[in-house]
């Protein structure tokens, strides 16, 4: 024992002095919170299925051709010739059903524990958008690998989009970039997919996190609340 | 919510939260390892469930049955409840209000108390929507016919495989089972026409994919070459067009080399001594050689070929096979180049390899066994020669 610092001690005091490490691990993670129960740990897992999401969709882009000439060609390609691409697409495509799945209990354990009341509003309600961006996600990534199954689901889904009158017939050519799926649509969805709809989750996201560190999480309710 | 409440609330949280835990390590730890758990699971799902091949775009293909994502089924089946002019209400307006509801929730719901026993109408409400939910997605589940899918072909030898069996079944007919082509027989309308090969340099040569795949899409109606894409009336999709026309440049042009797995074409193998059956050795001849004639709606005598049983037992002179006496069979004497009052030896152009005819011979000489278990057993009664014992199943 010495009580000269060691070489990693100076580089932390360095970096602390400039980052303000200590204080960041103060605040985030050396905080009391009420005990709670295994439900609180959906929204994490939420939060770790979109950080898998976005990890294994970064390489899946590496390859991904988003045209209708390519795009089932290079999904074929990743799942046959690509090392462990199979493995990076099908996390990608069973992350997407999970991302769902949790994005919803984890709503309802908040619902079910009337923890979007005083003082969580704000946190309820970006949650509620980032529900509606999760389920646009769903929506548009279903079109990219170009098959059968996306082309007719897609189809339905913006015909669906576009049954209210005056309006509708508006709201398909949006979608679709015109009047059928075409190349326009497929290039729509997929800038939808891996740039605007994430950009603006990741936002989302970091004020959510923001406001149930700042607020502290709620505590499970006592039959008397 | 009024002051006094909020104080009330802070209070009564404050307290709660110094007889808490640190978030880290307590909170930290189930999350990590509920994180884990999942991404095990993940890897597991991608490793032995894998994603379900699917065919690629057809847009002629309205046998399709368009099916959304499991998390949006509920939807779908929800608007089948709704009448046909009031579809957009259900489609859009009511999903729409639903999130507005849920986005406002905060602020309509006035009521102060948090554990569900005192907020029954809310949580009920929500209860009973998302068994509701539920419902509609099982119902749906239950309710949508499997989707009759081909066979999905992705690597390359799977391609070819498919482009084999699709040629024989709707090609070989005219244009012979290695398109050799020659003189038609026994196809109506173009009895006697004589086509050229198309498995020739000069053809392979001058013809592109592309090419290739708008003849067999559009025919060549002119010269009495059927249409065969989905969008001009024919019955085959995109990928099996494409499929073909792989098989086609893999075994017919020297510039390209046949992939080591499709080597041999699938054409089955026997031993001196072994008993062929006639899933492992008939079935793959039949498909190259006969089913493009013996299939329904082709003439054919109504004698199919499709599978084990019509093969036995169908036929204007059925039965056409009598096992364990080829000499008195049809199917035999034909394929032996016999002329008969009915029919005329068969395959009416070209008479099949010796080794072809060979097997089919010592296949119903055997007794014309279905499974490599009955042949392996006929084979083993008979004394089985050099053949190897197998393990009866
Ligand atoms: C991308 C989607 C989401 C992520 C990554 C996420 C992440 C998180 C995390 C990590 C927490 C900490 C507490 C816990 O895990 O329960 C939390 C709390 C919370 N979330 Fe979310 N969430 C998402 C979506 C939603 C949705 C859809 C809602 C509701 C409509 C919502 C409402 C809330 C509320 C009100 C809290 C505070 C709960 C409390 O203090 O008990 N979140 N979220």
Redesign the pocket.
């Known amino acids: 024992m010495t009580d000269k610092p060691s070489r990693m001690q100076a580089l932390y005091a360095w970096l602390d002095e400039r980052l303000g490490l200590s204080t960041i691990y103060k605040v985030v993670l050396d905080r009391k919170v009420p005990k709670?129960n295994w439900?609180?740990?959906?929204?994490?897992?939420?939060?770790f299925l979109?950080t898998m999401q976005v990890i294994t969709g970064i390489f899946l882009t590496v390859y991904y051709v988003p045209t209708p000439d390519h795009a089932y060609d290079s999904v074929n390609y990743i799942m046959q010739d690509v090392s462990f691409g199979w493995l990076v697409r099908g996390i990608h495509h069973w992350g997407a059903s999970f991302?769902v799945l949790f994005?919803?209990l984890?709503?309802l354990?908040?619902?079910y524990?009337g923890?979007?009341k005083y003082p969580?509003e704000l946190?309820?309600?970006?949650?509620?958008l980032?529900?509606v961006?999760?389920l646009g996600m769903g929506f548009t990534g279903y079109l990219l690998p170009w098959n059968q199954r996306a082309y007719w689901a897609t189809t339905v889904g913006t015909q669906i989009a576009g049954t209210p009158p005056i309006i509708g017939p508006w709201i398909t050519r949006i979608l679709r970039g015109g009047e059928e799926i075409s190349a326009l649509t497929l290039s729509r969805f997929f800038s939808l997919h891996i740039w605007m709809i994430p950009a603006l989750?990741a936002l989302?996201?970091a004020v959510?996190?923001y406001?149930?560190i700042r607020?502290?999480?709620?505590n499970p309710p006592s039959k008397d609340e | 919510m009024n002051e006094e409440l909020k104080k009330k609330y802070w209070e009564r949280y404050l307290r709660l939260k110094h007889k808490g835990v640190k978030f880290y390590p307590d909170v930290v730890y189930k999350?990590l390892v509920v994180s884990f758990a999942l991404f095990l699971l993940l890897v597991g799902l991608a490793a032995f469930v894998g994603v379900k091949p699917e065919p690629p775009v057809d847009p002629n293909d309205t046998s399709y049955i368009p099916r959304p994502e499991w998390y949006f089924l509920f939807l779908f089946e929800f608007l089948k409840f709704i009448p046909g002019e009031l579809e957009w209400v259900g489609a859009t307006v009511i999903p729409g209000l639903a999130i507005l509801v849920?986005l406002l929730l905060p602020f309509l719901d006035k009521n102060p108390h948090r554990h569900w026993s005192k907020r029954k109408v809310g949580t009920g409400v929500m209860t009973a929507i998302v068994l509701a939910m539920v419902g509609l997605t099982i119902r749906a589940v239950v309710t949508t016919p499997p989707q009759e899918e081909g066979p999905v072909a992705l690597s390359l030898p799977e391609q070819i495989a498919l482009g084999q069996e699709l040629y024989s079944i709707h090609c070989a007919e005219c244009h012979g089972p290695d398109g050799e082509g020659g003189e038609i027989q026994g196809v109506e309308g173009l009895e006697g026409v004589v086509l050229k090969p198309i498995n020739s340099q000069d053809e392979m040569y001058t013809r592109s994919d592309q090419t290739l795949y708008n003849i067999i899409a559009y025919g060549q109606q002119d010269l009495g070459m059927p249409p065969f894409g989905r969008a001009y009336g024919g019955e085959l999709g995109p990928a099996e067009i494409k499929a073909i026309v792989t098989f086609m440049r893999y075994t017919w042009d020297d510039r390209v080399e046949l992939p080591a797995e499709a080597q041999g074409g699938g054409m089955p193998t026997l031993g001196p001594d072994e008993v062929p059956s006639y899933e492992e050795h008939v079935e793959p001849l039949v498909k190259r050689y006969c089913v493009s004639c013996h299939r329904p709606g082709k003439k054919n005598n109504n004698y199919l070929m499709t599978s084990y049983d019509e093969v036995m037992h169908s036929g204007d002179h059925a039965p056409v096979i009598i096992p364990g006496d080829p000499d008195n069979s049809i199917l035999i004497q034909l394929i032996q180049r016999h002329e008969l009052d009915f029919s005329r030896p068969m395959p009416p152009t070209k008479a099949l390899p010796d080794d072809v005819v060979d097997i089919f011979v010592r296949w119903v000489a055997a007794g014309a066994p279905q499974t490599a278990a009955e042949a392996d057993q006929i084979e083993a009664q008979q004394g089985g020669g050099a053949a190897p014992a197998t393990p009866q199943p």
């Open positions: 709670v439900w609180y740990t959906l929204g994490s897992a939420t939060l979109f991302m994005v919803f984890h709503m354990r908040v619902f524990m923890a979007y969580r946190t309820w309600v970006i949650g509620v980032l529900f961006l999760t989750m989302l996201i959510h996190l406001l149930v607020i502290g999480i709620s | 999350d849920l």
